[in-house]
């Protein structure tokens, strides 16, 4: 992986002590894209809802395959925000997930020209800080 | 939903309230003075168009996302006292909605005369929201900015790029909603692109900024603030305007939403503006054939070709091809932002696109339907989001 310069003072990380998405983000600093499901019906749940949300303790969070195919995407160019600007052009993309649901992320290893509907992509991941790690995407050839 | 139809309030507000009074300052890229202060005069010119003073006003309800406060604009404004009051937030959703909010407590005896304002400064680049992102994100946000999916140019050109490869729309479709907006600007002395005719040849060759949507594809930034008083139709019988009537309105957010992010409708395609609709046609006894007109909100273009499907003017994946053969200008079946929209009259929100519906109505528009009886008013698609169907007495 190339080396990324200092993360700018104005990156929008997440907040990884949200409650609800927590899981996610440890997840993702262990190297695992995790989702959460309805534990009798195995239907997947996205956004995730709270644990204590009345059918909170339903929902378990699970190992996703990693794997899905872009559903749609844009090339984002100047003028854009500055923590990403060593990006550009970024390809942004909505991934649907073998699962099912439809993530927003970015590709890496993948030139904009070489984009297709459909296209499989797989997880990787962008540690970004000692807490935050990023799921990104690349192409799953 | 129309099972509720029967119980629904809206029955006991159709036509029941009117606008009565419109006020607006000049659009600017730079106004030079906070919106706390703009918010005033935006409604004083309102009042003074429908021929009342402030203290006739006991209701406010505002187009807000940032900290201004009503007692603070009632009490420069003069109002003795406000009965009752709110603010809806959701950027490009919330102006019909400050309509139905505001007859919903006139109907309900809350309130007998409502100020509806939208004020925004947003000329500046430093002051766009996605510019000024900070660490950390939380809620909805959290799901899509720190992969850097903020600015709402590439939010809504996902669904662009989506819409293209679904049903072949292209972006000379695209192009013929930004040409028939700034055609309409020309004939408005107010808009900031009035002068500045636009062609599909420079269209097209307009630099990407979220491909693949263009330059032109995107709205204007813009410093401005209007205003629209609404009463009972019985107070508007004894005022100086021509009463525009609130026939149907309607807010919708759709099932699962994320903030403008919003990519696990199902559907796929099946916008907040899809189900907005739904409720508002049910609402209203006029129906899409019957709208001489449409104001449908163009923070981007792609906004009104989905619009113009989630509305039922055309089926979904058709929205591209009725754009075309001048249908949506002028002279054409359906003419759309007939004051040339948030893509070449101002950007605030579109509220300005609400003042154009009262125009239309009045017979006072600089592109004017001759005739107008009925028009259709819509906040953003993809955003918690609201609609109104306006006619005449």
């Not at chain 2, 205003?227 to 305007?241: G, I, N, Y």
Request: include cysteine; hydrophobic fraction near 45%; charge should be neutral.
């Amino acid at each position: 992986m190339a080396a990324r310069p200092p993360l700018h003072p104005d990156y929008p990380l997440p907040d990884v002590d949200d409650p609800v998405m927590r899981p996610f983000w440890e997840g993702a600093r262990a190297g695992k894209l995790v989702q959460q499901r309805d534990r009798a019906t195995g239907a997947v749940v996205w956004p995730p809802k709270p644990m204590y949300w009345k059918g909170g303790g339903r929902l378990e969070w699970f190992e996703a395959s990693g794997r899905g195919r872009v559903y749609t995407w844009v090339v984002a160019h100047e003028p854009f925000l500055p923590a990403f600007r060593h990006l550009l052009p970024l390809v942004l993309v909505v991934v649907e997930l073998a699962e099912g649901p439809r993530l927003v992320g970015y590709m890496v290893r993948c030139a904009p020209e070489a984009m297709a509907f459909g296209m499989p992509v797989r997880v990787a991941f962008e540690r970004l800080t000692e807490r935050v790690t990023l799921p990104v995407w690349e192409p799953d050839r | 939903m129309p099972d509720g139809l029967d119980r629904d309030l809206f029955r006991r507000i159709q036509d029941r309230v009117a606008i009565v009074g419109i006020g607006q300052l000049p659009f600017a890229k730079d106004i030079g003075r906070p919106i706390s202060d703009t918010a005033v005069e935006a409604i004083q010119l309102a009042l003074e168009d429908a021929g009342l003073e402030a203290e006739d006003v006991d209701g406010m309800s505002m187009f807000e996302m940032e900290s201004t406060h009503e007692v603070s604009i009632a009490r420069r404004l003069g109002v003795r006292q406000l009965t009752w009051w709110d603010k809806i937030a959701y950027g490009g959703g919330a102006s019909c909605a400050t309509l139905m909010h505001a007859a919903a407590a006139i109907a309900a005896g809350l309130a007998t005369t409502v100020v509806c304002h939208r004020a925004r400064n947003r000329g500046s680049p430093a002051s766009r929201p996605w510019a000024q992102e900070r660490a950390l994100v939380r809620d909805d946000k959290a799901l899509h900015a720190p992969w850097g999916l903020v600015r709402p140019v590439d939010v809504i050109g996902m669904w662009a790029h989506r819409h293209m490869h679904e049903f072949g729309t292209k972006r000379e479709h695209f192009g013929n909603v930004a040409i028939a907006a700034r055609r309409h600007a020309n004939r408005n002395p107010r808009a900031m692109m009035y002068g500045r005719p636009l062609d599909m040849a420079t269209y097209l060759a307009a630099r990407p900024i979220g491909w693949p949507l263009h330059l032109y594809d995107c709205c204007l930034e813009t410093d401005g603030a209007l205003a629209c008083v609404v009463t009972s139709v019985e107070r508007a019988r004894d005022l100086r305007q021509k009463p525009v009537l609130v026939h149907a309105v309607a807010q919708a957010s759709g099932p699962n939403p994320v903030h403008l992010a919003n990519y696990n409708a199902t559907p796929a395609m099946e916008t907040t503006a899809a189900f907005c609709a739904k409720l508002l046609w049910a609402r209203s006894q006029l129906q899409p054939a019957d709208m001489d007109c449409a104001q449908i909100y163009d923070a981007f273009t792609p906004l009104v070709v989905m619009g113009l499907e989630d509305y039922g003017f055309c089926q979904r994946g058709e929205g591209g091809p009725f754009t075309e053969g001048g249908r949506i200008e002028l002279g054409g079946a359906l003419p759309v932002l007939t004051s040339g929209g948030g893509l070449s009259e101002a950007y605030v929100h579109g509220f300005n696109l609400l003042l154009e519906g009262v125009r239309q109505i009045r017979g006072t528009s600089t592109a004017q339907v001759p005739g107008c009886r009925a028009t259709l008013v819509t906040g953003a698609s993809g955003v918690a989001t609201s609609a109104v169907v306006l006619r005449g007495a």
